[in-house]
């Protein structure tokens, strides 16, 4: 094998929000990033806008930290885009779980070879489940062509929905079913 | 139109009729009205004596009062939310008072409060008659919300916030519709703008209090649902959802919106499963019992009393119950997976692994969600005996593929350790609280 494989872009994350499995608590979480060009921030990281990203302005490793209360969270969507963002674009990224900045720990490493859309990254503990955590760290530890600053352009962290209707059963799949699930 | 009769025998007539109402009676009453306004207005004034035109006036006085009459008796019957009484009272009201949107609406809020969703033709009626009528949409966007029509929806919510943009209904059914396409944050800024447009209007605090709930900000969803009783203490919506919160947060507060619309299956239906929990099994049967009696049509009902008969380890009744539910809803894997559940219970494992399978066919995420759920719950592991006998005869089933086989038997360990699990309120909560 002479060229690595690219890796393959996945799925819209809206895709993901409109099978009302996952929902996306981005909004509910503080974040904040180890260092930014102005005008290149939070802002921009978390605007549902694919044309504006976050740029750093420091040394690497360059971190998103996104703290909440205790919350599961299942998956991550970061969006990245080699055409676009060529040596800015991250190529290893290390996804950190905890309580605190002291209480870290490495839960997924991911090697990024010329990505061209949505990364979904799954947040399973040792028991495959999805983590509990009050927050979570995202380090770009390295970039292509061994860049020095890093652009992401969008980051989407979603929950799993509780079936929150009375029981332990699955969700119903029909709507005959969820007509009568909750008085509205 | 027919002519009247002679005035002396109009007069006996009204005089024995004063007691009761009949429809001839209203009919003619309304004749008589429409026939004088006509007779004014073909300028007939002369021909007709003042004294008269004082009788014709007081008979029409009286038709109007029969006629608002029956309309109050069936608002009254709506309010107390007798809803079959109300809709019997109100369809016999003549047919172009019937086709009017204020009646129209009482009708489809009386369906909407027994849950017949479908009736919702009822509603179109309305908008068909009088397109400019804002009140009384809101339910029918609820309606659509349940049926999840999103089309229909955002053409209804369009309109309405075209048309009136101070009216709560409209940003109601404007919040209705993202919440319906899981927008949850933009239908929260709705039901806020609904909630601005009119203080007043409870329904808009309910629905932002059940917005917050699908987000999981409890505590506004708390302070929305106290808003909206503070608004309207009868208002039974608000007290179910807080009965909800409460139920969430294990306690369970919800006799008190069953006071209210002691009508509602769904509610029934709810407490049903909350008495269950609290190891009342059989006040829940009770309860789920009245619920399916008031309306057999409701299939979670059938299922919750199915689930309760197996907690409680009737398995021949559950299985009753579970084969009428498949006639009813046969596209629920939830069925399946509990009617799986019974045969393994029974012992009978190939018609249980047939129906896992049909379980996991309708709907393959739901399965993967249990299987992940049932494991988490460490239960007695007695279940290694039966389970080898199913590898056995899974084994001998070349058909399946592998990753078919690990599943179905991932999802048998589950569902016998699931079994095993009573809707013991004292254990899941626990379980919830080590979460």
């Known amino acids: 094998m002479t060229t690595p494989n690219k890796t393959p872009p996945g799925a819209d994350p809206k895709q993901l929000e409109r099978t009302g499995t996952v929902r996306e608590i981005g909004s509910q979480a503080v974040w904040s990033l180890s260092s930014c060009k102005p005008g290149f921030g939070v802002d921009q990281l978390r605007d549902d806008n694919l044309e504006t990203y976050w740029q750093s302005d420091g040394s690497q490793p360059h971190l998103v930290n996104i703290q909440f209360r205790k919350t599961t969270v299942k998956t991550l969507c970061i969006y990245a885009d ?60 390295a970039n292509h062509q061994n860049g020095r600053d890093t652009h992401m352009r969008q980051i989407k962290i979603y929950t799993p929905v509780e079936e929150s209707s009375i029981g332990k059963f699955p969700r119903c799949t ?7 699930r909750s008085i509205r | ?65 029969s006629l608002l009459r029956e309309m109050g008796k069936g608002y009254l019957a709506l309010c107390s939310y007798n809803c079959k009484e109300a809709i019997n009272i109100l369809s016999h009201l003549p047919s172009h008072h019937y086709s009017t949107g204020w009646v129209l609406c009482q009708i489809g809020r009386a369906y909407f409060e027994l ?45 309405l916030t075209d048309m009136d943009k101070n009216s709560p209904e409209a940003w109601c059914a404007a919040g209705n519709c993202f919440s319906l396409q899981r927008e949850h944050d933009i239908a929260i800024k709705f039901f806020q703008r609904a909630i601005q447009v009119d203080p007043n209007y409870a329904y808009a605090y309910t629905l932002l209090g059940h917005e917050f709930v699908l987000t999981e900000e409890l505590d506004k969803a708390l302070a929305c649902f106290r808003n909206a009783i503070r608004v309207n203490p009868r208002h039974y919506n608000a007290w179910y959802g807080l009965g909800m919160i409460y139920y969430k947060q294990e306690n369970s507060a919800l006799q008190k919106s069953l006071d209210i619309n002691p009508q509602s299956s769904v509610l029934l239906g709810h407490i049903g499963v909350v008495q269950h929990a609290l190891k009342k099994s059989e006040k829940a049967l009770d309860t789920l019992n009245k619920a399916i009696v ?35 809803v046969p596209k629920e894997s939830l069925v399946y997976f509990l009617i799986g559940k019974v045969y393994k219970k029974l012992g009978q494992t190939h018609l249980a ?30 279940d290694e005996e039966p389970i080898t006998q199913e590898e056995q005869i899974m084994g001998t089933d070349e058909s399946q593929e592998s990753s078919m086989t690990d599943a179905d038997d991932t999802q048998l360990h589950a569902a016998e350790s699931s079994s095993r699990m009573v809707f013991a309120s004292a254990r899941w909560n626990n379980k919830r609280r080590c979460l």
């Not at chain 2, 005089?15 to 001839?24: A, E, F, H, S, V």
């Not at chain 2, 207005?41 to 038709?63: C, D, R, V």
């Not at chain 2, 009626?125 to 349940?146: A, C, D, K, P």
């Not at chain 2, 049909?358 to 239960?379: F, S, T, V």
């Open chain 2, 294 to 328: 008031i309306d057999p049509k409701n299939p979670l009902c059938k299922f919750h009393r199915a689930s309760v008969l197996f907690a409680n380890e009737k398995y021949k009744s559950a299985l009753q119950e579970l084969e009428e539910l498949k006639q009813i």
């Open chain 2, 115 to 159: 849950s017949e969703y479908m009736q919702v033709s009822i509603e179109n009626e309305v908008r068909r008659i009088e397109n400019y009528r804002v009140e009384g949409m809101e339910i029918y966007s609820t309606t659509l919300w349940h049926l999840q029509k999103d089309v229909a929806l955002s053409v209804l919510s369009k309109d």
């Open chain 1, 82 to 141: 080699y055409k676009s963002d060529e040596s800015y674009t991250p190529s290893k990224i290390s996804v950190r779980v905890g309580n605190n900045f002291h209480n870290l720990q490495e839960i997924r490493q991911l090697e990024l070879v010329e990505p061209s859309g949505w990364i979904h990254v799954p947040l399973t503990d040792n028991h495959k489940k999805p983590t509990r955590t009050f927050m979570i760290q995202i380090a770009v530890l």
């Open chain 2, 353 to 382: 692994l047939m129906n896992f399978s049909w379980a996991m066919d309708l709907d393959p995420k739901g399965a993967n969600n249990q299987i992940k759920e049932a494991i988490d719950k460490h239960y007695l592991p007695d």
């Open chain 2, 1 to 65: 139109m027919k002519f009247p009769p002679k005035i002396p025998n109009r007069k006996t007539k009204s005089k024995t009729n004063k007691g009761g109402i009949t429809q001839p009676n209203i009919n003619d009453s309304l004749e008589i009205t429409k026939l004088d306004s006509s007779i004014i207005s073909e300028g007939k004034i002369s021909t007709i004596t003042p004294q008269i035109q004082a009788f014709n006036l007081q008979k029409a006085a009286a038709g109007l009062m």
């Open chain 1, 174 to 180: 029909t709507i005959d079913f969820m007509m009568y």
